[in-house]
């Protein structure tokens, strides 16, 4: 059992630091992501830097791709929720902190929400609501983005149903195991770990382009 954690870990670290935004900035712009804008090889940034709606939303489908990969890959060793949030969390974290680009990469978003498309749709809309109510008092987006990262994974722990687990693309084991409550927490950390520095800089009265 502890060589499929292995084997996701790797395949999953390895999909999401495929660098699309990189490669698409590259080929048809050539521009480098980590020297332009924002500095993050993201969605987001290729989409600023390009101006090119097409291309930005091919990007963004290629980034859910990865999570939505990660999470096909954890699926096949164990279907489990705890396993595929597993997954999830390498290849966020393969995507931040992309090894092909020096460990820099983007801030998660995409390949996080391309996981929770079959992890947990009702989550995914939940983070989404808490994201876009939080809008209409707060215009920064990465301050917006923490909140609902935080507060998801609190409610999924605390609810005490299976609520945020139902209407899955795919059959998941619904056991909850003390791994989930650590899976969970990491996968949020992932995401988080990119979004606290743009907050210290807008303190700072530093732009994020």
Known sequence: MTIYYIYTAIIAYLIGAVPFPQIFSKLFFKQDLTSTGSKNVGTRNFYETSGHKVLGIMVLLLELGKGFASVIVAHYYSPTFD????GATFAVLGHNFNPFLKFKGGRGLAVAGGA????????????????????????????????????????????TDYYFYTFQLFP??????????????????????KHIQPVVDLMKGVKDY
Request: aromatic share 20%.
């Open 116 to 159: 929770m498309i079959i992890i947990s749709p009702i989550a995914l809309l939940a983070w989404l609501a808490v994201y876009f109510i939080f809008g209409f008092a707060l215009k920064d987006v990465h301050l917006r983005a923490i909140i609902a990262t935080v507060l998801i994974p609190i409610w999924a722990i605390i609810s």
């Open 172 to 193: 998941w084991d619904m056991f909850l195991s003390d791994f989930y409550i650590i899976t969970i927490f990491s996968f949020a950390l992932a995401i988080l770990l």
């Open 83 to 86: 396993f595929a949030l597993f």
